[in-house]
C-alpha cells in the first residue's frame, strides 16, 4: 500500500518561499498537491505524472512549482511569493488517472492521501 508523508508546513510573511516535501513510497501513475483551507473546499494545486507531465491551478501558475526527485520517491512544491490566501493544509496524493483540463487537480481517481501540512501566509 502507497505511504504519503508531507513536510516543510511553516508560518511565513507575503512574498516569502516556502518547498513542500512528500515522500512517495511507491510509483504511482500521478502525484499532486492539493490544499484545503477552513471553510473552503479542497482544490487542486499541483499535479505531475508519470511522464514527468505537470499542470497547475491558475491562481498559483508562474509562482509554483511542482518536481519530483524519482531517485529519493520525493515529491515537492516549491512555492514562491506566497500570498495569504495560499494559506491553508496541503496534502500529497497519489491518483491512477490524468486529466489536464483540471489544471491543478489533473492527477485523478485518487487513491492514497498523506496527512496534511500546514501553511500560514501573513500580510
Known amino acids: 500500500r502507497v505511504f504519503l508523508q508531507e513536510s516543510g508546513g511553516d508560518s511565513v510573511q507575503a512574498g516569502e518561499s516556502l518547498r513542500l516535501s512528500c515522500i512517495v513510497s511507491e510509483d504511482s501513475y500521478c502525484v499532486g498537491w492539493f490544499r484545503q483551507a477552513p471553510g473552503k473546499e479542497r482544490e487542486g494545486v499541483a499535479a505531475?505524472?508519470?511522464?514527468?507531465?505537470?499542470s497547475y491551478a491558475d491562481s498559483v501558475k508562474g509562482r509554483f512549482v511542482i518536481s519530483k526527485d524519482n531517485v529519493n520517491n520525493t515529491l515537492h512544491l516549491q512555492m514562491n511569493s506566497l500570498k495569504p490566501e495560499d494559506s491553508a493544509t496541503y496534502y500529497c496524493?497519489?491518483?491512477?488517472?490524468?486529466?489536464?483540463?483540471?489544471?491543478?487537480?489533473?492527477?485523478?481517481?485518487?487513491?492514497?492521501w498523506g496527512q496534511g501540512t500546514l501553511v500560514t501566509v501573513s500580510s
Open positions: 505531475i505524472n508519470n511522464i514527468g507531465v505537470t
Open positions: 496524493a497519489t491518483g491512477t488517472a490524468w486529466w489536464g483540463e483540471l489544471h491543478g487537480g489533473a492527477c485523478h481517481s485518487l487513491d492514497t
